[in-house]
Every structure is written in structure tokens, then in C-alpha cells.
């Protein structure tokens, strides 16, 4: 039998913390935030974060199922920072590409905590917000139903799979992100046109577009794709 949820207030820590902080899951999943920036999503223990908020490891377990169960809260969390940032317009197409870039910056915002929740199914509050209004906005558009569902579905990988591939590229070291955009002048670029001939035709072009993000670019291929549906259902 599936455990009862506790509501938030009778689950709070009624004594301060150590740091004379009164718990709650919004200060935990702040906390739980810092902790992956500082110490990447390996260093995310129960006993560092409890360190962190000045409590005992156990208290965590009055607000969270599990460790797995925060990592679902922080991935929401990330959700909803980037439906808190977008404002619909009322057009389908600007406000689609606003809420995918808002997506992306969301989360690389947080890149350790992007490699670890963008995967995830959070199945919570405002994830579900974004889902529904990913769904309006496509439905709005006119849109019949399976093909909103495969518009969504593409939408919502795509941007979550660039912020995962981007992030995973802010996480690493300085030095090692600058030892990778090197590669394509110090390798790519110097590779011969007799037995590379695509590769040298295009060395220049690619040093320049490769250390950046193609989300951009794949964002106005999905919404070409989209407006062509769109148009041919209206016609």
C-alpha cells in the first residue's frame, strides 16, 4: 500500500536548524542546488546536504521519500523557473520558441543539476504545468491531437536533450572545455583535404559554429516543421 503524502506543514521541522533556519522543501531544494554547483551531482548525499542546512541527514527524509525523490523536486524546480520566466503572447509560434529557450536557460543555469534532472519524468506540480501549456499552445494553434502529441513530444526532448548536451559541456572544467572547442582548430582544421575533403572545405566554418549551442538552430527547424503542419491542416 502506497504511503500517505504528508502535507508540508505537518511535515516542518518545528525547531530551527543549527543555522537557525525552519525547514521547508523550498530551502531544501535551494540548498540541494548549491551543493550540485559546488560539488557536482556525485558530491548530492544525504549527509552533505544535511551538512549544508545545518541538520541532521535524517530530517531530509521528513520532506523527501528519498534522494531520488529530491532529484524529481529539483528537476521541477528548474520547470518551473522557466515557466516563471516566459510570458505568452498569444502566437503559438513566438510563444513555443520563448518556452523552449526559457527551458534551456533554466537549466543551464544550473548545469550540475541539468546532467542529473533533465531525464527525468518529475511527474510534480509545475513540470505538469509546462506540459499543459506546451500542449495549449499547439492545440491552440490548431493542431489535431496526435500530431499535437508528436509535436510535444519533440519539443519537450529536444529541449531538455540540448540542455543536458550543453550543460554536460559547462560542467566539465574550464580547462577541459577549452581543450575540446581547441580540438577543431588544433586537429580538425589541419586535417587534409586529399584524404578529408568535406572536412577541410568546411575547417574554418566549423571551428567558429561547433563551440556553440545548435538548440537555436534545432528550435527553428522543429517550429518550420510545425507552421508546415499547421498551414497544411488549415488548408
Do not use: C
Amino acid at each position: 500500500m502506497a504511503k500517505q503524502v504528508v502535507p508540508e506543514a505537518a511535515r516542518r521541522r518545528r525547531r530551527p536548524t543549527r543555522t537557525g533556519t525552519v525547514l521547508s522543501e523550498e530551502i531544501i531544494v535551494d540548498t540541494a542546488l548549491r551543493v550540485l554547483r559546488e560539488h557536482g551531482s556525485a558530491g548530492l548525499t544525504a549527509r552533505r546536504l544535511g551538512a549544508a542546512l545545518g541538520a541532521d541527514p535524517s530530517t531530509l527524509y521528513r520532506y523527501f521519500a528519498g534522494m531520488d525523490d529530491l532529484t524529481r523536486a529539483i528537476g521541477d524546480e528548474l520547470m518551473g523557473r522557466a515557466l516563471k520566466s516566459w510570458t505568452a503572447t498569444g502566437e503559438w509560434r513566438t510563444d513555443l520558441r520563448a518556452l523552449g529557450r526559457a527551458i534551456h536557460a533554466a537549466y543551464l543555469a544550473h548545469p550540475q543539476a541539468a546532467v542529473l534532472t533533465a531525464s527525468r519524468v518529475t511527474g510534480r506540480p509545475r513540470e505538469i504545468a509546462v506540459d499543459e501549456t506546451i500542449l495549449g499552445i499547439l492545440r491552440g494553434a490548431g493542431l489535431p491531437d496526435p500530431a499535437a502529441v508528436r509535436v510535444y513530444h519533440a519539443f519537450i526532448d529536444q529541449s531538455l536533450a540540448f540542455a543536458a548536451l550543453d550543460a554536460g559541456s559547462l560542467a566539465l572544467t574550464d580547462e577541459a572545455r577549452a581543450r575540446d572547442e581547441e580540438m577543431w582548430r588544433s586537429t580538425y582544421a589541419r586535417l587534409p583535404a586529399a584524404s578529408h575533403p568535406n572536412i577541410a572545405a568546411t575547417a574554418q566554418l566549423l571551428a567558429r559554429r561547433m563551440p556553440h549551442s545548435a538548440y537555436p538552430a534545432a528550435l527553428e527547424m522543429l517550429l518550420e516543421h510545425t507552421a508546415a503542419q499547421v498551414s497544411r491542416d488549415d488548408a
